[in-house]
């Protein structure tokens, strides 16, 4: 709660890791401590990230949002955030690495609100993890799944390993790279991935596999939906 000090000045507490508050609390606090970067409130408690290491989450954290943002400019009806709020259930509002939504007009089933925050969830989210212990493949797993994430993409940078689980009956299942090698979205056509290249910085291999999926009838015909579903008055 906020305070009044004998001089008549409000003040707001800052955030602090491990808080218990209500999603308005929270996001009073967040708007109240402009230099802070991000903060998390995953079931109700707030979660401060440490600052980040450049090859451990700045340098992976920049190859999925190139890989994502080249599926974006190809593909009109889509758009990509790196690092947007968005507000999920009473108790969770995270700050993905990235993500890629459906834009309402066309279909999706997340909004944009008018003080500009993504309310609902994302059909796809991606997360930089240091390992299978992150809270990236455990809490938030979870409250991605319960509200309907239809995708999401842990990178476990200190394991070099890719998941990409896929919504299927209200439960996450972890999908296994194609006999090529690839993970294929299921969501998105054409989002092809080479887990391999990506783990290994090989940043030229991941985007040229992505072209090759951008580059099928499949992909084609989800522009033309899309495009479809926005004219549809």
């Known amino acids: 709660m906020a305070k009044t000090t004998t001089n008549g ?13 209500t999603r308005a609390e929270f996001e009073r606090r967040y708007a109240a401590m402009p230099n802070l970067r991000k903060a998390e409130l995953i079931e109700g408690v707030v979660h401060v990230p440490s ?16 890989w994502l943002g080249v599926y974006e400019a190809a593909t009109p009806g ?3 955030g790196s690092e947007s709020t ?11 690495d990235g993500l890629l939504i459906i834009l309402p007009e ?37 409250v991605y799944r319960r509200n309907g994430v239809r995708e999401y993409v842990v990178w476990r940078v200190l394991e070099s390993a890719v998941d990409w689980f896929v919504l299927r009956d ?4 972890k999908q296994a790279p194609a006999a090529d090698g690839l993970l294929r979205s299921t969501v998105f056509p054409g989002l092809w991935l080479d887990p ?17 999926g951008l580059a099928t009838p499949e992909h084609a015909e989800f ?11």
Do not use: M, W
């Not at 600052?51 to 190859?63: A, I, K, L, Q």
């Not at 500009?116 to 809490?139: F, M, T």
């Not at 940043?203 to 596999?209: E, F, H, K, N, S």
């Open 9 to 21: 000045l409000t003040v707001v507490p800052p955030l602090e890791p491990g808080d218990r508050l």
């Open 51 to 66: 600052p980040t290491r450049f090859r451990r989450h700045g340098r992976p954290h920049g190859h999925i949002s190139t």
């Open 78 to 80: 889509v758009e990509f």
């Open 86 to 96: 968005s507000r999920l259930d009473l108790d969770n509002e995270p700050q993905p």
């Open 106 to 142: 066309c279909g999706g089933q997340a909004r944009i609100s008018e003080d500009d925050y993504i309310e609902g969830a994302p059909e796809l989210v991606a997360e930089i993890a240091a390992s299978s212990v992150s809270i990236d493949l455990n809490a938030k797993l979870n």
């Open 170 to 173: 209200e439960q996450f299942e």
């Open 196 to 212: 391999a290249a990506l783990v290994r910085g090989d940043l030229a291999r991941v985007l040229a596999v992505v072209q090759q």
């Open 223 to 233: 522009v033309t939906r899309l495009q479809a579903a926005r004219s549809v008055p």
